[in-house]
T-cell receptor
Framework: DTGVSQDPRHKITKRGQNVTFRCDPI?????LYWYRQTLGQGPEFLTY????????KSRLLSDRFSAERPKGSFSTLEIQRTEQGDSAMYLC???????????FGSGTRLTVV | AQTVTQSQPEMSVQEAETVTLSCTYD???????LFWYKQPPSRQMILVIR??????QNATENRFSVNFQKAAKSFSLKISDSQLGDAAMYFC??????????FGKGTKLTVNP
């Protein structure tokens, strides 16, 4: 296990389409985080899982966004009816405990045209 | 709400010289953690250094060190003997207890040969 993996690396989609991203955390990390990063900005928190439980969701996560982490392993982030404003880098990170600091994946860059 | 401010959008340094990146944060918590992350162009976010708020001693990691002033809510990063590979976006992040990192907007560091 070499780190946090995200798939795909890049996604171009038409406005109104649904997209799904996958994140595979480091296997022994029970905490998993999703962040969104737009150009020139720092990452913004979207949601957080401890094992399979989704413990917090940001107000940034509208009803069109849903995240799951079945069985406490990999996680998916789905965006329904994409809008141009959803274009961003979506980052996944994992951590073995809350104060340790995160290990980030390479991110999925979403472009909505 | 906790906020993290990086007042220098861009900084530059000559190779082999020292540069300091500034960060201030706003919180009412007494127990928290602070981090500096590095994000090279088109590459993933990497943890540079970590500071626990209850420790008065400043953290160091090889050429990287911090100046943590808890009363002033200041957390600057010093990079000594700068190398070309240090060129990246640097993000200061605050970790409240419990959960989720809050990032600043970042400082773009350029290293001139």
């Amino acid at each position: 296990d070499t780190g946090v993996s995200q798939d795909p690396r890049h996604k171009i989609t038409k406005r109104g389409q649904n997209v799904t991203f996958r994140c595979d955390p480091i296997s022994e990390h029970n905490r998993l985080y999703w962040y969104r990063q737009t150009l020139g900005q720092g990452p913004e928190f979207l949601t957080y899982f401890q094992n399979e439980a989704q413990l917090e969701k940001s107000r940034l996560l509208s009803d069109r966004f849903s995240a799951e982490r079945p069985k406490g392993s990999f996680s998916t982030l789905e965006i329904q009816r994409t809008e141009q404003g959803d274009s961003a880098m979506y980052l996944c990170a994992s951590s073995p405990r809350q104060s340790y600091g995160y290990t980030f994946g390479s991110g999925t860059r979403l472009t909505v045209v | 709400a906790q906020t993290v401010t990086q007042s220098q959008p861009e900084m530059s340094v000559q190779e082999a010289e020292t540069v300091t990146l500034s960060c201030t944060y706003d919180t009412s918590e007494s127990d928290y953690y602070l981090f500096w992350y590095k994000q090279p162009p088109s590459r993933q976010m990497i943890l540079v250094i970590r500071q626990e708020a209850y420790k008065q001693q400043n953290a160091t990691e090889n050429r990287f060190s911090v100046n943590f002033q808890k009363a002033a809510k200041s957390f600057s990063l010093k990079i000594s003997d700068s190398q070309l590979g240090d060129a990246a976006m640097y993000f200061c992040a605050y970790f409240p207890v419990p959960e989720k990192l809050v990032f600043g907007k970042g400082t773009k560091l350029t290293v001139n040969p």
